[in-house]
């Protein structure tokens, strides 16, 4: 890429981003309000309303677009786009939480990759993870000792999952484990789009001596298709600002601690 596409590439890669929050949070969206949301022309606006119907993201309909497949999964380069600030906040704040020479487990999801950047210059912890992208993020790091499990790759979220992985985390014992979710509530528990996921992110969890959620408040009072584990299992979660303080209540009832960053 040329240094002059790339500016390019990024300004189209986060019009998407936020088309996609926009038209998921709206459940539709017009032409004329997405130019005005995102300051560009009808043509432009068009353009990537096309390029997202051909992934199948969204439904794109005369004169605008509404919402893909109920619960649809974004894939993770455009989920990495939303809420950027509340999830560096988060992984700054869920660093604090990783002792010296710690063993870290770090599943997929774009609030744990923000936690691994963090974490890279730490040195002499041991990170295990399913996630290609978190393991490019660590590879070369000679302050982290970096172990990858096996298993299936997941375009949506480059995560490695199935009886490898959970075979592979097994055998390990980890001090700290931190799972990204797609949802969270007091009732149902922690939730994603996969059941595959799922089990591989409950396997993290269950190898670990202090289970960690990493999750912005959008999150929160989602339910997604497959269960990862309920709270009880869970010691803490680490979320931003924005948590109403009735869902923060609910949560700390089932004994989960809550941290705000």
């Known amino acids: 890429m040329s240094l002059r596409s790339a500016p390019t590439s990024r300004l189209k890669a986060d019009r998407a981003a936020r ?18 949301l995102l300051g560009v022309s009808g043509a432009t606006v068009r353009r990537d309303l096309k390029e997202l119907h051909d992934q199948g993201l969204i439904h794109r309909t005369r004169g605008g677009a ?15 786009k939303r809420r950027q600030e509340e999830k560096a906040r988060i992984a700054r704040a869920a660093a604090e939480l990783v002792p010296d020479g710690a063993v870290v487990g770090l599943t997929g999801g774009t609030t744990t990759t923000e936690l691994a950047r963090v974490l890279a210059d730490r040195r002499g912890i041991t990170v295990v993870t399913n996630a290609v992208n978190i393991a490019a993020e660590l590879t070369g ?23 490898d992985a959970e075979r592979m985390l097994a055998h390990y014992h980890l001090d700290v484990a931190f799972t990204g979710v797609d949802g969270l509530t007091a009732q149902e528990g922690c939730t994603t789009h996969d059941e595959m996921e799922a089990q591989t992110d409950r396997a993290f969890l269950r190898s670990s001596r202090r289970a960690v959620v990493l999750a912005d408040s959008s999150k ?34 089932r004994g989960v601690r809550v941290g705000r960053a």
Do not use: K, M
């Open 19 to 36: 088309i996609l929050t926009h038209v998921t949070e709206a459940g539709s969206a017009d032409v004329h309000a997405l130019c005005a």
């Open 66 to 80: 509404i919402t893909g497949p109920v619960n649809t999964e974004l894939p993770l380069r455009h989920r990495s």
């Open 141 to 163: 790091r000679p302050e982290v000792r970096l172990a990858v499990t096996g298993g299936l790759a997941r375009s949506a979220s480059y995560a490695l999952v199935g009886p």
């Open 220 to 253: 929160i009072g989602r339910v997604t298709f497959a269960s990862i584990c309920p709270l009880s299992e869970v010691h803490d979660l680490v979320t931003d600002d924005d948590l109403a303080r009735d869902q923060e209540q609910a949560i700390a009832d």
